[in-house]
């Protein structure tokens, strides 16, 4: 199993560009989560789903969309980047979401927004 | 909104050193999860506690939830220049069918050889 895969490892934006983060996992689990990490301020969570069509969002969601049209997959899209953005992006599953459940993380996204 | 309180944020200790690092809040969380993250990687599980004053022993650290699962701590003896990282605690919450994980700002460990 590859578990969570991200794409691209890196990215570079000009502010008010789009762009669509993808995440994919292969070990079949329902809850997905997104979440930014950013220097003295830890991983916040910006959309979670709990199965494929349902998505709901989290602490800090304002200038993000998902969507869940699989199991496997869970792209966080950027409409128009902002410097603000900047920022470390972990997407993770687990099994159901159960909060003793261990949550799998990718290996990130790093993106600048110049 | 759910915080939780890591301290130290920073720590530089020599190999072979023990060492605390904390995690506290004033809200009630059904689970307590610990992470470690290595740079340029994501978080990966340590360990899970679910109990209140549940204790738990991997190798040479041990986890203790707090007994109103309000707190925990992460101890390590002996530490080792391989146990370098950031330490993430993570409080988990469940209210029907939503489902958080909030987690701590991080402890930065540096252990010197």
């Known amino acids: 199993n590859a578990g969570v895969t991200q794409t691209p490892k890196f990215q570079v934006l000009k502010t008010g560009q789009s762009m669509t983060l993808q995440c994919a996992q292969d070990?079949?689990?329902?809850?997905m989560s997104w979440y930014r990490q950013d220097p003295g301020m830890g991983l916040r969570l910006i959309h979670y789903s709990v199965g494929a069509g349902i998505t709901d969002q989290g602490e800090v969601p304002n200038g993000y969309n998902v969507s869940r049209s699989t199991t496997e997959d869970f792209p966080l899209r950027l409409l128009s980047a902002a410097p603000s953005q900047t920022s470390v992006y972990f997407c993770?599953?687990?099994?159901?979401?159960?909060?003793?459940?261990?949550?799998?993380f990718g290996p990130g996204t790093r993106l600048l927004v110049l | 909104t759910q915080l939780l309180e890591q301290s130290p944020q920073f720590l530089s200790i020599q190999e072979g050193e023990n060492l605390t690092v904390y995690c506290n809040s004033s809200?009630?969380?059904?689970?307590l999860q610990w992470y470690r993250q290595e740079p340029g990687e994501g978080p990966v599980l340590l360990v899970t506690?679910?109990?209140?004053?549940e204790v738990k022993k991997l190798k040479r650290l041990t986890f203790q939830f707090g007994d109103a699962r309000k707190d925990s701590s992460l101890h390590i003896t002996a530490a080792q220049p391989g146990d370098t990282g950031l330490y993430l605690c993570a409080g988990g919450t469940r209210g029907g069918s939503n489902y958080k994980l909030t987690f701590g700002k991080g402890t930065l460990l540096t252990v010197n050889p």
């Open positions: 993770a599953s687990s099994y159901t979401g159960g909060s003793a459940e261990t949550q799998y």
């Open positions: 506690v679910v109990t209140g004053g």
């Open positions: 809200s009630v969380f059904s689970s």
């Open positions: 070990m079949n689990h329902e809850y």
